[in-house]
Structure formats: structure tokens, C-alpha cells
């Protein structure tokens, strides 16, 4: 994908709020000390008196979100992943969550594809932690297109909503004209009719190549771009899971909580189904450059393919 335009979906997420920002004029964003790493610093260029920096205190910034929503501002969040979900966490639980408030949380800067930052800030977990909190949305957008679409969904949901962004530039993969987000709603970008591969994030490009290195083999693969893990897209993963009769899925994220168990709970519940999950396999990250750290955790193409083809041959 040399010659495919990239850009990082955290530069998305800067670019959007400035974007919405005057068909909202109750949007106002809240950063912790790290616009320019969060990108929210191209809203806060344009809209200074719409930023607060709250300092490296994520905790209070969650409290200080919680009592804007409260006066009926629409508040954006931002953070690395690792503090937004982690260090906030009880904040994000009983002060935005418990009370319905409608807090929105840009998280940056998730999953190994931050790099050389290391395992302290490589977020593996973040998914499976927003998770658990009722009624909190949970997005994973894969590319540009669709992170500007997160965040107008985002904007137009009434409740607390998570959405995850990366640091790594990854292929435009939605600039189609027929393109169409739906919160919750999957979209199947590859038809197949031997196995599903259920991706989300930067993984779905990933996937996209791994099931063209499968078409090559004689495997069918059909491929599903989750980029709303909750609520999950149960209709589409069951009968998908119906029409092939194995799944895959794949994530820059631990393979305990996230995409990969949101499946499971689902097709195990409706349509029992031979799963493998791939992704982070209950490990801390480590420093390296982003690309040959999602090679060498096998969350390449190559490595999806490999062991696509591994499982189709049990």
C-alpha cells in the first residue's frame, strides 16, 4: 500500500474538531498538557477560547468534563489511551458514566503502534476497560474517512463515548463515495464465503492484504470492518458467522476484552462458532519502531495470513 494515501487517525481527530466545530458551538475541548501530541492544539489554534488545558491531571479533567455536560456543553477529552482509560478510570466509571453525562473521550496514542514510547504508554487495554462501563460507546475507527466520522457520531450521540486513535499513519481505506458510518453497524468490505475476519482500527488494512494473500491460496475469506465494538454489530457477526463457519478476529489490542471477546460473548450466546483471536496475547508491549513492532506481535498481513491459514487447516 506504498502508494495508498496515510494518515494518522489522532491527526483526524484534531482535524474533525475544528471541523464540527461551528455546526457545534457547544463543543469545547479539554486536553491534559498534550495538544500537539493529541492534535487537539489544530482546534485550539482556532478556537482558544473553546480549549482548556487542564494540565497533567487526567483525573480532574474527567471531573471538569463531567460538570461542563452537566450545563449542557459538549465536552471533548483527550489523552494518550493509557491515561484516558487507565489513570482516569474511576473518574470515567462514577463521574461520567454512572451519571449518563454526555462526556466524550478522544484516547490517543493506543495499542504497540506507539511505538518507541514503550510498553507504559502502549494501551492494550483500553477497549476492554471502557468495555465493562454501562452504557459507554466504544469505537475503533480504521482510517481517516472513518475517524471523522467517529467523532460526528460521537457529536451526535446523547451518553458518554470512548473512541480510540492512533499515532501510526495507516491507509485511507473509506474514501469511497458509497462509504456510510453507522454507530454500531459493521461493513463488510470483502464478500467470502470460507471464513470471516472480523477486524477493527489500523488492523483492517492489515486484513484487507492478508485476504488477498489468502484469495491467492483458494481461501475466501470475507472481511468485516468492526469500527463500533459496542455496541457490537451482533446481527452481522451472527450471520456471518452462519454463512462461513469459522471466524477470525483481529486487533492491535489484548486478545482479553476487546473485539476478539465482544465476538465471542455474541457467537456463543447465538451461533457457536470456532474462533481464533488475534492480537495482543496477554503481554506487555516494548519499545521499537511501530511497524516492525505490529510485525514481530504477528499483527501484519503476513502474520494475520499466516495464521488464518494455520486455523483453516485444523
Given at each position: 500500500m506504498a502508494d495508498v494515501k496515510k494518515i494518522a487517525t489522532r491527526e483526524s481527530y484534531g482535524?474533525?474538531?475544528?471541523?464540527?466545530?461551528?455546526?457545534?458551538?457547544?463543543?469545547?475541548?479539554?486536553?491534559?498538557?498534550?495538544?500537539?501530541?493529541?492534535?487537539?492544539?489544530?482546534?485550539?489554534k482556532a478556537y482558544p477560547d473553546r480549549h482548556i488545558d487542564c494540565g497533567i491531571a487526567e483525573c480532574n479533567m474527567m471531573g471538569i468534563a463531567a460538570g461542563l455536560a452537566t450545563t449542557g456543553k459538549i465536552p471533548f477529552v483527550s489523552s494518550f489511551a493509557m491515561f484516558a482509560s487507565g489513570r482516569a478510570y474511576e473518574q470515567v466509571r462514577n463521574s461520567v458514566g454512572y451519571p449518563k453525562l454526555n462526556v466524550k473521550i478522544g484516547a490517543t496514542h493506543a495499542g504497540i503502534s506507539v511505538g518507541e514510547d514503550g510498553a507504559t504508554h502502549q494501551c492494550c487495554e483500553d477497549l476492554a476497560l471502557m468495555r465493562t462501563i454501562p452504557g459507554m460507546v466504544v469505537m475503533n475507527p480504521s482510517d481517516d474517512v472513518e475517524a471523522k466520522a467517529?467523532?460526528?457520531?460521537?457529536?451526535?450521540?446523547?451518553?458518554?463515548?470512548?473512541i480510540r486513535f492512533g499515532r501510526l499513519a495507516v491507509p485511507v481505506i473509506n474514501d469511497k463515495p458509497d462509504y456510510k458510518f453507522e454507530l454500531g453497524k459493521g461493513v463488510v468490505l470483502r464478500e467470502g464465503k470460507d471464513i470471516t475476519l472480523f477486524a477493527t482500527g489500523l488492523e483492517v488494512s492489515e486484513t484487507l492484504d492478508a485476504a488477498e494473500k489468502l484469495a491467492k491460496d483458494g481461501i475466501d475469506a470475507k472481511v468485516v470492518n468492526i469500527h463500533t465494538i459496542k455496541p457490537l454489530d451482533e446481527e452481522l457477526v451472527i450471520a456471518s458467522a452462519k454463512e462461513t463457519g469459522k471466524v477470525v478476529t483481529i486487533e492491535e489490542h489484548s486478545v482479553i476484552g476487546g473485539l476478539g471477546s465482544a465476538v465471542c460473548d455474541?457467537?456463543?450466546?447465538?451461533?457457536?462458532?470456532?474462533?481464533?483471536?488475534?492480537?495482543?496475547?496477554?503481554?506487555?508491549?516494548?519499545?521499537?519502531?511501530?511497524?516492525?513492532?505490529?510485525?514481530?506481535?504477528?499483527?501484519?498481513s503476513e502474520g494475520i495470513y499466516t495464521k488464518v491459514k494455520e486455523f483453516m487447516g485444523k
Open positions: 482535524n474533525a474538531l475544528k471541523e464540527f466545530a461551528d455546526a457545534y458551538p457547544d463543543l469545547v475541548v479539554l486536553d491534559a498538557d498534550l495538544a500537539a501530541a493529541t492534535k487537539t492544539g489544530i482546534f485550539q467517529a467523532v460526528k457520531a460521537a457529536l451526535d450521540h446523547e451518553g458518554p463515548v470512548y455474541c457467537l456463543s450466546a447465538n451461533a457457536p462458532t470456532k474462533v481464533l483471536k488475534i492480537g495482543v496475547n496477554d503481554v506487555y508491549g516494548e519499545s521499537g519502531p511501530a511497524t516492525e513492532l505490529i510485525k514481530k506481535y504477528g499483527l501484519d
